[in-house]
């Protein structure tokens, strides 16, 4: 193949991506949370399907092995939040196209406004199998092969979140938007701007990381910081300029100027401590999110 074959595969598989990034995005949300990487994940997707050719894959269908691909990534992160050994997944089966995400938006949005947390306290195979076979309408025995497991183990995965789901075991009784999380995002604001490190460790989890994508990368910022104390330093007698803000009905902050968004602070809080932070500078990203002003 010459080199001017090779260019206009990658842009022909380019714009085949394309044609599936929405759809993936809205999996890997639904799977991970707001700000829980799912820009990553698609990414890495993308990745992946770049390299596919040279190792000698064969792809029936685009859509389905993305998902496939996305799925996987996705239960890695889960796997690595909830500190178990991670099973790393070499073949990628394919899975049959999901439908439209508009519609499965429509139907996960209809499970109730306590959704992201309620899946906070499934396991990642139940939260994974939950997602993927109730809102997305994939096949059990599909499922199960992204599992690594027996479509009837599958099947019980997907049960059990579905029963937490429904309110028919316990789960955290947390609103996405309540008073307890938005003290520890202005707590965690007010010890950045007022210097206080010994506070900002306060609030911070053990495993706690921060990420940036491209755009606050370009800025100067950093794609990616671990633990405590690094990310403290990333905030300490910072933040004047942003405020307190609900994103997409969760308690963060935001930094306008002239009145433009300019950049979104997701927080991920759990247990009174924040667990993750996201800086999001992606114009596009910044469109579709719904961000008021507290």
Request: hydrophobic share 45%; glycine share 10%; proline share 6%.
């Amino acid at each position: 193949m010459g080199q001017g074959e090779g260019v206009a595969d990658q842009v022909l598989l380019a714009e085949a991506f394309e044609a599936h990034r929405d759809r993936l995005r809205v999996v890997a949300q639904r799977l991970l949370g707001p700000c829980g990487g799912a820009e990553d994940a698609v990414q890495e997707a993308w990745l992946r399907l770049s390299r596919s050719d040279e190792r000698g894959e064969v792809i029936e269908s685009l859509g389905g092995w993305l998902t496939t691909v996305v799925s996987r990534i996705c239960l890695d992160q889960l796997r690595r939040r909830a500190t178990r050994p991670e099973q790393p997944t070499e073949q990628v089966p394919a899975l049959a196209v999901v439908p439209d995400p508009a519609e499965s938006v429509e139907l996960a949005d209809s499970v109730g406004a306590a959704l992201g947390v309620v899946l906070e306290t499934l396991s990642p195979l139940e939260r994974l199998a939950f997602v993927l076979h109730d809102l997305f309408g994939v096949p059990f025995d599909q499922v199960a092969q992204i599992l690594g497991s027996s479509p009837a183990a599958a099947r019980q995965y997907a049960s059990r979140g579905r029963r937490r789901v429904r309110g028919q075991a316990p789960t955290a009784g947390e609103a996405p938007d309540s008073p307890a999380r938005r003290d520890v995002v202005a707590a965690f604001l007010a010890a950045a701007r007022e210097g206080e490190f010994a506070d900002l460790l306060q609030l911070l989890a053990p495993d706690v990381e921060l990420r940036a994508d491209a755009t606050i990368v370009a800025m100067g910022g950093v794609a990616q910081v671990s633990g405590p104390e690094p990310v403290a330093r990333m905030f300490h007698g910072r933040a004047y300029a942003a405020r307190m803000a609900l994103i997409d009905g969760v308690p963060g902050a935001a930094w306008w100027q002239g009145g433009v968004l300019r950049v979104a602070f997701c927080f991920e809080v759990a247990d009174g401590v924040v667990r993750a932070l996201e800086q999001v500078g992606d114009s596009e990203r910044l469109e579709r999110m719904v961000v008021e002003p507290l």
